[in-house]
Every structure is written in structure tokens, then in C-alpha cells.
């Protein structure tokens, strides 16, 4: 088998995608996957086991291990009880003078012992814990939240790559017990460690240099402020603040310089160095990145003792496979993606990159091969999470790589010196601060050159997947020389047709798209049209710390690569319709800001002028015309509305029509303000936004028997203070048969309108992500499916049929020496150009 691993790992990672994205019974699985491992001892004692059953074996590996992931905690069974935890903490997320965030190993849950399992814990107020400090609490567990809205951040995911299945927030004073004498030397070693690197740079460089070597060294990007993380992630420059290959490389290039400077043999030389990067890797918790970086130096330093080849390819898949055999969910940790991904494109592309400047190949070419190689690889990875490309990230990294390689020397030199030669420091400090302070200058100039970054959409996964083919087509890993030449011609109709129906479908798309934002307790509305997008309120919060136009708002409309707002309608001023508006404005274009009235002055109104943003008042009876036959009516308010009234029953009331399809968007109205409109308005709606979150002060009988819409849409948060949406709200809307649609469990709601219709869809389901049912799927859609399966098997056929009479048809000239003239030939099968 060539490549063994490489070829196992790939069923292997089928299965862990098998068990995310679909529904299964696990006991089933465990039948199978034991049928398996009977039927793999059976062949092993026959002499008869081959390539296919492994594949297949490693399927349901794959399959077990992330079932067994999935159901591997005790502490989710107590979820929303209450319950007494001991534990230790294990790290020191985050922490101010308001609240701590840490990661605590739970070791016995009511006096009970437990096996070890970590929980994020949350703490409200001033508690100072460190790492290795034993404590004793008592509060409620929760699920962490997943993302809400498509392709946004998932919280749970991240978390489940870290084995972490629960989290809890409680006040300081629940904590009733903590003990700093932990007799545990593990946590002591890495806290006085840790704490002693950060005493060091702190000491001797400036704030930043000293948070970026900080958070190179130990592989902890939260050292990083705000503005010089986003300023890497923007420069194409992430990979260098995971601890990864680049820095392992750096590492071990360097003690096996320093050790055979210092005259150790050979062997002595690679087992010492081996020896020292394990141990690196144990006092920063082995991230993905540096775990894969260290079995892949382990096996190439092995190879070399041992005078053996060494497959590089074969060690990269040997990584992964362990990785994910220790946590299946490694697989969706972007610092895995991005460590793997970075590697195996410099494995591939590098030397076919290289190739093209021989015969003048040297030191440069190298690594410019590699850095384009690179930044191939990663490019579907970055832009799927940042929505951002720089056009400079190639020279960026070219100048900025060797200079954090440098720095990172010197970093280790200092952290050596301090504790043999302390006085050293103060001149490698000096230097150091001026590398470092270099580099920070170089990217902010590179960074403001006018359109480095562009920004783009998150493509679908299958688009990803298509674009890595085709690359690995144009680079010749895909010889279609060797596939039969019946599947030559199909995939040229095939690859015809997919042109042809995409280029009619975006010529004739008229469709009109309205997206309810997940925002919590609060509302966001994008209206798409096919020629102009819209906004209408931004999100935020009262209370929330979370800023959410920079968490959701932002983020979800760059996500689908909208660059450009024609205008944002503020129904009111309140923070959860309002607050997102900061965001937007320096992130994005906008055209006009659109309410009722004029807010009262504050540091929205200033950046408002400051970015000279034009602002329109609307009252009713104006109309906007946003696209071919799509209109804005303003229903409300007024013009003799004056400000004795709430902020709520100020609220910009409008009727959205779409050809013959009539919403009602209604802000924050309330009964008084209802009353007023019906007055003027009684017309039936397809679909009303549901007034206020679903208050008991909106939605009154006479307004909305008046409308008696099919479809409410409630945009609230879950578990909220305000216990929206009322009961009896609810109920109103049953006796009139309309079908409501729910944020806080559902998330992003997304009604399109086409051809005369339209059709809704969420993005949740009972506040989870519906998975891909396959038994239910087959038996519903049997008959489709069955069609579809013969259908596809006729069209390949009669295709096949056409190109064969085709080929027959066509003939070669012959050139007839003697008569000179020209003879038709037909073309023998056997014939080869």
C-alpha cells in the first residue's frame, strides 16, 4: 500500500464528518463497528486482509471515536441543575477587575469523584485565582451556545476541540473554598514558568513587542491586543502567532547548532533536541499546531538516527491521525486546519513552485516558492474565516518571517541568559525591542497602503472543495490523462452545463431576500434585492457586554461579502435596535441612515457626522422604491408626532411589498401607536414582524385580527430578562392561524421571495443545528431517489453514445504521396496521437 497512513486517514476523517454533520443511532455504530473488528481478526488469522476493508474499518473508527466523544462527559447530564464542583484551575483565560474566565479540571462533582473534566467557569467580580489554585463552587451548568447564523463563530465547536463540554458563570462569593498550596508540581513548574517569561519581556521591552514575543513563545494569541491581532489576521500573517512548523523548525535549528557548536555528537545532538521541543510543547499545553509539528520532527529526527527515508507526506497524515484519534474534533480547530494545511502546501507546491526559476534556483527562490505555495494552500481557510485577502501578505512575509525568526532566537537566548547570565539581557532587550519594533512599522505601512485588504465572501464547503481540485489539477496531482475517456467527455458536459445554468440563474435571479439576524434580544433585518442591500435596525444590547455589531451584525453581512449598504433604517434609538450602528459605520460604506426623527446627541450622532454620513427623516406616507417592484410604505409615525411620546411608539413602522407579497415591519410599537395605524391601515399581510419582541404591550386583538397574517416572525433572545415572547401574545396569533417563526430557537430566519412566492427557512432547529437524517431522507425520498439514480445512468450512457458516433464520424487527411492527392481515412480505435 503506497502511503499507508495517508491512505487510512481519509476514511478515517469521513467518518468523524459522517457523525457531525448526520443523525445516527450510536448503538448501531457500535454493532457495526464491532462486526468489524470480529471480521478484521478473522481475516488476520486467514492471511487475507486487504486495502478496501481497512479503508472501510477506519470509517467506523472514525465513526466510534467521535460517538464516544460526543457522549464522553459526566457534567452534561447535570446540565441546569445546580451543583457543588472541586476542582483545580487549569488556565487563566481572562481577567479584569470585573470578572475572571478560566478553565477548571472538575474532579468531583456533590462530594462525588468523577473522571477529570474541564469546564469554562465564569466569574462576576473580583477574584483573583491563578493557575494550580484547588477551589470548591457551587452554580448551574450550561451547554455553551453554538453559532445562530450561518458560518459565524461556534462557540461549542471550539470549546469540544478542547475536550470542554460545559460552562458555568457564578458570582465571586459562590466560590467557597480556595487552596494555593497545590502539591501538584505540574502546575507549579508551568505557572512560575509562565510567570517568569512574562515578568521578563515586561521588563524589558515595550507593552506590544513584549505581548507579540509573549504570545509567540507561549502560543496564546489573548496577550495580543485587539488592533495588532486583527493587523496579522489582515496581513496574512495568522499562521505566525499559532505556535507551529515555522517555530519548531526555528527551535530546533537552533539547539542543534548550539550543540554541535558545543561538540555533542550527532545522535546525542537529535535525541537532546527531540527531547527539549517535548518538553516545550508539555509547558504550553501542546496546542494542535505544535503537537503536529513535534510527532513530524520525531519521526524525520528518528529517520535520520536510524538511516531510514523519510516520507513527509506519510508523517504529516501519521500527525493527523493521532491528533484526531486523541480528539476528533481537532478537525474543525482552525489552528489545525491552518498548521496542516500550511504544511501540506509547502510539501505539494514548493517544488513544483520552485521548479519554475531553475536553473536559478537559491536560498530566495526557496522561500518564495514556499510562501506562495502557502498562501495558496490557506487562501479558501482565511477568506471562509476572515473575509479578508491582503494583496501584500506574500511580502509581507517575506520581510516580517525572517525578522520574527530572528526574534524568536533571541527571545529563547533571553530566556536562557536570565537564568545563568541575567546581565545579558539588557543589550539582547535592546535589540530585540528594536526588531520587533521594526516589524510592527514595516506591516502598519504595508497595511496602509490603499486597497491592500479586499474584503470577500465565505465561500460554501463545496466550493472550497472544487477550488483545492482544481488546484491540484493545474499543479499535476490530478492527471485526467489516466481516467477513462467515457469520463473525459462527461465531465466536459458535466462542466458546460454547470457554466451554463449558473451564468442563466444569476442573469434571471429577481429574487428578494429578507434575513432575521440572530441578535439576542434584539432586532436586524437584511433585505437583499438583486440590485442594492438594506438594513433595517443593527442589533446591541442593554445590558450585554458583548458588543454586537462587532460579534454578529458585522460579521454576518461581511460573511456574505456585502461590502455596501444602500441605506440602514433605524426604527428607534434604543440600544437593541441600535447599538450595532458603530460597527457598521466603520467597517462598511453606507449611503443613507434612515429613521423618524433625529436622535438626541451622543457619540452615535458625532460618528454619524464624522463619517459624513447623509441622514433622512421619514414619516408617513413617504415610499422608497429599493428595487423593481419592491417598495417601502411608511405606515408610521406621523408628522404631528411629538416627542410626549415613547421611544417605542416612535418607532419607523413600514409595509415591504414584493410584487403582490405584503410584510409588515413594525420596530418596537406598541398598543398606543397600534391603535393609531389601524386607523389608516386594515389591509391583510402575508407576514408581520411581530411588534416588540412578542410584548404583552404590542400585538393587541383589533390590530392584528385586522391584518390576520399567515406568517409572524419574533426576533428575541434566549432565556431573556423580559420573558418575551408573552403566552397570551402566542395564543392570539394561534387563533389566527399563523405560523410563527422564533429566533431564540430557531436562528437566522431567511424568507426569499420568487417568482410570486416565497419559501422560509431557519437555521435551527429547537435551538440546535438539525443534522442530515440519511435512513428518514432514503425511505421519504425513495422514489426521487431511485429516478434521479437512473436517470443520471441513461444521461451518462446516452452521452457516452453521442461523443462514440461523434469520434466515428470525423476522418484525417491522408496525404497520398504518388498521386498527390488527398485520401479520407477513418480514425482506427487503436490510433494515438
Not at 512548523?245 to 561538540?263: K, N, T
Not at 419582541?693 to 404590542?698: A, D, I, K, L, R
Not at 497520398?816 to 487503436?830: T, V
Amino acid at each position: 500500500m503506497n502511503r499507508p497512513i495517508t491512505v487510512l486517514l481519509t476514511p478515517y476523517i469521513l467518518g468523524v464528518l459522517f457523525v457531525y454533520y448526520c443523525e445516527i443511532n450510536p448503538l448501531t455504530m457500535i454493532i457495526l463497528l464491532l462486526i468489524s473488528i470480529i471480521t478484521l481478526f478473522y481475516n488476520i488469522i486467514n492471511n487475507s486482509l486487504n486495502q478496501k476493508f481497512l479503508i472501510v474499518l477506519f470509517f467506523f473508527l472514525g465513526i466510534f471515536t467521535t460517538v464516544t466523544m460526543n457522549n464522553g462527559s459526566a457534567l452534561i447530564h447535570q446540565v441546569d441543575k445546580r451543583s457543588n464542583l472541586y476542582g483545580t484551575v487549569e488556565q487563566v483565560v481572562h481577567i479584569d477587575d470585573t470578572r475572571g474566565k478560566y478553565v477548571v479540571k472538575v474532579g468531583q462533582l456533590d462530594n462525588k469523584n468523577i473522571t477529570k473534566e474541564k469546564i469554562i467557569l465564569n466569574v462576576i467580580g473580583n477574584m483573583d485565582l491563578e493557575r494550580g489554585d484547588t477551589i470548591c463552587f457551587n452554580g448551574v451548568l450550561k451547554i455553551p451556545p453554538q453559532n445562530s447564523n450561518p458560518k459565524l463563530f461556534n462557540y461549542r465547536l471550539a470549546l469540544m476541540s478542547d475536550k470542554i463540554y460545559t460552562t458555568m458563570t457564578i458570582k465571586d462569593y459562590s466560590i467557597r473554598e480556595i487552596n494555593k498550596n497545590n502539591p501538584n508540581i505540574r502546575y507549579t513548574i508551568k505557572s512560575k514558568i509562565t510567570s517568569h517569561i512574562e515578568d521578563l519581556f515586561s521588563s524589558k521591552l515595550k507593552e506590544d513587542n513584549s505581548s507579540l514575543i509573549t504570545s509567540i513563545i507561549l502560543g496564546k494569541s489573548n496577550y495580543l491586543n485587539e488592533e495588532n491581532l486583527f493587523l496579522y489576521r489582515d496581513m496574512g500573517l495568522a499562521h505566525i502567532l499559532a505556535v507551529s512548523g515555522l517555530h519548531i523548525g526555528i527551535i530546533s535549528g537552533f539547539l542543534i547548532f548550539l550543540f554541535s557548536r558545543l561538540g555533542i555528537k550527532r545522535s546525542l545532538n537529535l535525541s537532546l533536541t527531540l527531547g527539549l521541543i517535548w518538553i516545550y510543547g508539555y509547558l504550553i499545553d501542546f496546542p494542535p499546531s505544535i503537537l503536529r509539528s513535534s510527532i513530524m520532527f520525531t519521526v524525520l529526527f528518528c529517520s535520520q538516527l536510524i538511516h531510514e527515508p523519510y516520507d513527509s507526506i506519510n508523517t504529516l497524515s501519521l500527525a493527523a491521525l493521532v491528533l484526531l484519534l486523541i480528539n476528533p474534533y481537532y478537525l474543525f480547530n482552525l489552528g489545525f486546519q491552518l498548521s496542516f494545511m500550511a504544511t501540506i502546501s509547502i510539501i505539494l507546491f514548493a517544488p513544483k513552485l520552485n521548479s519554475i526559476f531553475y536553473p536559478n534556483n537559491n536560498r530566495l527562490t526557496n522561500t518564495l516558492s514556499s510562501l506562495i505555495g502557502v498562501q495558496i494552500g490557506l487562501f479558501p481557510i482565511q477568506i471562509y474565516y476572515f473575509n479578508k485577502i491582503s494583496l501584500l501578505s506574500i511580502p509581507a512575509n517575506i520581510v516580517v518571517v525572517p525578522l520574527l525568526s530572528l526574534s524568536l532566537i533571541l527571545g529563547l537566548l533571553m530566556i536562557i541568559f536570565s537564568y545563568v547570565i541575567p546581565f545579558l539581557n539588557v543589550g539582547i532587550g535592546i535589540v530585540l525591542d528594536f526588531i520587533l519594533s521594526l516589524q510592527f512599522k514595516i506591516l502598519d505601512m504595508l497595511n496602509h497602503i490603499p486597497y491592500n485588504i479586499y474584503k470577500i465572501f465565505s465561500p460554501e464547503i463545496i466550493s472550497i472543495l472544487l477550488f483545492y481540485i482544481i488546484i491540484l489539477f493545474l499543479f499535476g496531482f490530478i492527471d485526467i490523462k489516466r481516467l477513462n475517456k467515457d469520463i473525459h467527455k462527461i465531465m466536459l458536459v458535466c462542466l458546460f452545463l454547470i457554466i451554463v445554468f449558473n451564468m442563466v440563474f444569476i442573469i434571471n435571479d429577481k429574487s428578494v431576500e429578507l434575513h432575521f439576524i440572530d441578535v439576542g434580544q434584539g432586532d436586524a433585518i437584511f433585505i437583499r434585492t438583486r440590485k442594492a442591500n438594506y438594513l433595517m435596525d443593527t442589533g446591541g444590547s442593554f445590558f450585554d457586554s458583548m458588543d454586537i455589531g462587532n460579534s454578529i451584525t458585522l460579521p454576518y453581512l461581511e460573511k456574505l461579502g456585502v461590502k455596501r449598504l444602500d441605506g440602514i433604517f433605524i426604527t428607534h434609538f434604543d440600544e437593541d435596535h441600535s447599538q450595532g450602528l458603530n460597527a457598521l459605520m466603520e467597517n462598511l460604506k453606507i449611503d443613507y441612515i434612515i429613521s423618524s426623527y433625529y436622535p438626541e446627541e451622543s457619540q452615535l450622532t458625532e460618528k454619524i457626522k464624522t463619517n459624513k454620513i447623509p441622514f433622512m427623516i421619514l414619516k408617513k406616507g413617504h415610499r422608497l422604491f429599493l428595487d423593481k417592484e419592491v417598495n417601502l410604505d411608511i405606515l408610521w409615525p406621523c408628522d404631528e408626532l411629538d416627542n410626549s411620546y415613547k421611544p417605542n411608539n416612535r418607532s419607523l413602522v413600514s409595509l415591504l411589498t414584493i410584487e403582490d407579497t405584503k410584510i409588515l415591519l413594525t420596530g418596537d410599537i406598541e398598543k398606543e401607536g397600534e391603535i393609531l395605524i389601524a386607523k389608516d391601515f386594515n389591509e391583510k399581510v402575508d407576514i408581520i414582524k411581530i411588534p416588540h419582541h412578542g410584548s404583552n404591550t404590542s400585538s393587541t386583538w383589533e390590530f392584528i385580527e385586522e391584518l390576520k397574517p399567515e406568517v409572524g416572525i419574533i426576533s428575541v433572545g434566549r432565556n431573556n430578562f423580559y420573558g418575551h415572547p408573552n403566552i397570551e401574545v402566542l395564543e392570539r396569533y394561534k387563533e389566527l392561524r399563523t405560523q410563527i417563526y422564533r429566533t431564540d430557537s430557531m436562528g437566522l430566519i431567511e424568507i426569499k421571495h420568487k417568482n410570486g412566492g416565497y419559501f422560509i427557512k431557519h437555521f435551527l432547529q429547537n435551538g440546535v443545528r438539525p443534522k442530515f437524517n440519511i435512513p428518514n431522507f432514503i425511505y421519504e425520498h425513495l422514489i426521487l431517489l431511485l429516478f434521479y439514480i437512473v436517470y443520471f445512468v441513461v444521461l451518462c450512457r446516452y452521452i457516452t453514445w453521442l461523443f462514440n458516433r461523434y469520434t466515428e464520424e470525423n476522418y484525417i487527411y491522408d496525404y497520398g504521396a504518388r498521386d498527390h492527392h488527398f485520401e479520407f481515412k477513418s480514425i482506427d480505435s487503436n490510433f494515438r496521437i
